[in-house]
């Protein structure tokens, strides 16, 4: 995130070309989230996780050996297979916890897994600057050629369920298994089945608070590609000689935000026995983007540092709430309904990081902040009004 997006901006001096980099990853995330729910039908999700770690560590190492006069083009085929790969893997991941854990046991997995992440981008933001500003990009991309690789071991060394059905029908059994187990009508082995439309869609639309949700955090993903574009922007505006260091601090301490909040997170979870519901997540997306916002203000280094921490701590509560929510679903839509968010996140992303790449030549980054983020702030009082609208209603009801 700070090698890639900074070696792009350095090398072509604009935010347009960073933001059109983006752009064609994200792209490649969006057709990667049509097919991810298809291909975790015929593929387990641990040899899905496999090779979209080998291929990212390929390209990447393609970026390093690749010569002067075809960086560019080496430049545009990572941003198409880091992003569709990276697409597939979390939704691979994602969709196949509750058969890892359990489903009594999908918060404190999301928490869990969320936190191992946030510990590894502190390790990475953290040692971005140095590695960049002392050592070059080259050292930057070995590096993650290597964690790409590790990655890769690991799941190979991981006894992980599949994820969806295979080639042989066994997956065709554990799909009307865990149907049955969910309260569908049972469908006799090779008896034809009818297609009643796209599973995703199905399901989401059998669930509108459901689907009220994944349309902000498609906005909420609209919202993030603004910070995303301007940190760099802003980082070189506060000192052009070594722009990494302000942004892999703000990304550090963003992650121990995220690491703090799901410690609490488990804690609740423990003590009362419920995970966060529908509106912590609402509630976090209006603290995040509010945090966001006040970090392109201007304010002292100080506050700056505890606005990147809320920020990180708000993105995390929204992060676990989400996920475990559409982990609700049967295990046969799931992978599918994973599949759309991530399609929505990074239509949100993608459009976002065009409009507010292109903006940032004529406007300043808080004011491009304010503007993509405040339209998350409102759409999410939105959400938070229709969730908590059962409750005032109804002392009985359940949030969507």
């Not at 939704?91 to 890892?100: A, D, F, Q």
């Not at 971005?128 to 690789?149: C, E, K, N, R």
């Not at 703000?250 to 410690?263: E, R």
């Not at 006040?294 to 990180?312: K, N, Q, R, S």
Request: charged fraction near 10%.
């Amino acid at each position: 995130m700070v090698a890639l997006n900074l070696f792009v901006y350095e090398t072509t001096g604009r935010a347009l070309a960073m933001g059109l980099f983006m752009a064609v990853r994200l792209a490649s995330g969006f057709a990667a989230g049509l097919t991810a729910g298809g291909l975790l039908a015929r593929f387990t999700a641990k040899s899905v996780m496999l090779w979209t770690n080998i291929a990212q560590a390929s390209v990447m190492l393609l970026l390093v050996l690749a010569p002067d006069g075809l960086r560019t083009a080496a430049l545009i085929a990572v941003s198409v297979v880091v992003g569709s790969c990276g697409t597939l893997f979390m939704v691979s991941l994602r969709s196949s916890i509750p058969e890892m854990v359990g489903e009594d046991r999908r918060s404190w997995a999301n928490s869990l897994s969320i936190t191992g992440r946030s510990l590894a981008m502190v390790a990475g933001f953290a040692s971005a600057g140095v590695v960049v500003s002392l050592v070059g990009y080259t050292a930057a991309f070995i590096v993650d050629t290597a964690t790409f690789a590790v990655c890769a071991v690991t799941v190979a060394l991981l006894p992980i369920p599949g994820g969806g059905r295979r080639r042989d029908g066994s997956g065709d059994r554990g799909h009307r298994e865990r149907d049955a187990a969910a309260g569908a009508e049972p469908v006799a082995a090779g008896a034809p089945t009818r297609r009643r439309g796209p599973a995703a869609l199905t399901a989401l639309a059998a669930a509108p608070g459901l689907t009220l949700m994944v349309v902000l955090r498609g906005v909420d993903a609209l919202g993030s590609s603004s910070h995303n574009a301007a940190l760099p922007v802003y980082s070189s505006e506060l000192d052009d000689a070594r722009p990494a260091v302000f942004v892999s601090a703000f990304w550090c301490l963003w992650a121990l935000g995220n690491i703090v909040v799901q410690q609490l997170i488990q804690r609740y979870a423990r003590r009362t026995g419920r995970s966060v519901g529908a509106l912590g997540f609402g509630w976090g997306t209006c603290l995040m983007s509010t945090a966001f916002i006040l970090a392109f203000a201007g304010f002292p280094m100080v506050a700056t540092a505890v606005i990147a921490l809320v920020a990180g701590a708000a993105d995390g509560l929204t992060e676990v709430s989400y996920t475990s929510h559409l982990q609700t679903l049967p295990a046969g839509p799931r992978a599918h309904a994973f599949g759309l968010s991530a399609t929505v996140e990074n239509l949100g992303f993608g459009a976002g990081m065009i409009l507010v790449a292109a903006a940032l030549d004529h406007y300043t980054p808080l004011t491009v902040v304010g503007w993509s983020h405040g339209a998350a702030i409102v759409f999410a009082a939105v959400f938070l009004i229709r969730v908590a609208g059962p409750r005032t209603s109804s002392p009985g009801a359940t949030p969507p």
